[in-house]
């Protein structure tokens, strides 16, 4: 069974699917279950380039990715900064290669309860703070 809100990857040829609602069934591609990225949190190595750091700023809140800025590589980026609150994703930003690792929301008050930030790195998985 999915997981809601779940980011699984398929280990063969590498399609990564994100969950918006779980139904019963299990998530397969390539003829083989998908495996769910366990959020990592500050506890882990490389916490410093990957941990979501949240600011607020004029009129919402800034998500920058690492408290050393994590890299925007061809191989290596950050594809994906999200804003949860109380278990659901209410906001995302894609990103790309040669971008900055960071998100501007607007309407948003860094002081919300629950809110916290996750992002995906490409090689090193799922980041919250």
Not at 11 to 16: A, K, M, Q, W
Not at 56 to 82: A, C, F, N, R, W
Not at 99 to 107: G, V
Request: hydrophobic fraction near 40%; include cysteine.
């Amino acid at each position: 069974m999915a997981k809601s809100q779940g980011i699984y990857k398929c280990l063969i040829c590498g399609n990564v699917v994100s969950v918006l609602d779980a139904g019963r069934g299990e998530l397969v591609c390539c003829g083989k279950p998908m495996s769910l990225f366990e959020e990592k949190t500050a506890e882990q190595e490389g916490r410093e380039k990957h941990v979501p750091l949240l600011e607020p700023i004029d009129g919402g809140i800034k998500v920058t990715v690492g408290s050393v800025l994590h890299p925007m590589e061809e191989k290596h980026y950050i594809e994906l900064i999200q804003l949860i609150k109380e278990g659901e994703v209410f906001m995302e930003k894609r990103l790309k290669p040669g971008t900055q690792p960071i998100a501007e929301f607007c309407h948003v008050n860094v002081n919300a309860e629950g809110l916290m930030a996750r992002a995906f790195c490409n090689l090193h998985g799922l980041w919250k703070n």
